[in-house]
């Protein structure tokens, strides 16, 4: 059964095309409604797809399409076995924040991951936290919205 995005306190499932063109993704909490663990991790919304050459496209050509967000359920091990057995009715998914660039995807995560302390207990799912940002990376939108 298929579990929809929360948006503030809402289902969250709009048609691709009315999704501010502004966020690159979204940083998510999944809550184990059964268990009570939570995974923090963030989500681009789209992704590049790479059309081949043919007999009448002489380069490869890119364009952006849309993600596998709505169907998406996390990385983590645990979330997927239990989505895999056909259990990922017992999970709750919510989008906290959306970002703006990938740099604000990366940083909005982990910030919300040290600052909850992910890795310090057993209430969170999350096993690692991977983060290198650049200052550049990191959007003026976002930049002056944490101001």
Excluded at 10 to 37: C, H, L, N, R, S
């Amino acid at each position: 059964m298929k579990q929809d995005w929360l948006y503030e306190g809402k289902p969250f499932a709009p048609d691709y095309e009315k999704i501010d063109p502004e966020y690159v993704g979204f940083v998510y909490q999944i809550t184990d409604t059964e268990t009570g663990q939570i995974y923090i991790g963030q989500k681009r919304l789209r992704k590049i797809k790479t059309l081949p050459i043919t007999k009448t496209r002489k380069r490869r050509q890119k364009s952006l399409v849309e993600s596998d967000w709505r169907t998406y359920f996390s990385s983590s091990q645990t979330i997927k076995e239990n989505v895999e057995a056909g259990l990922s009715g017992r999970y709750e998914r919510e989008i906290l924040r959306f970002g703006y660039s990938k740099g604000d995807l990366s940083y909005l995560e982990t910030k919300l991951q040290f600052d909850l302390g992910v890795l310090l207990s057993d209430e969170y799912l999350n096993g690692i936290i991977n983060c290198r940002i650049s200052k550049k990376h990191i959007s003026e939108r976002l930049k002056e919205e944490l101001k």
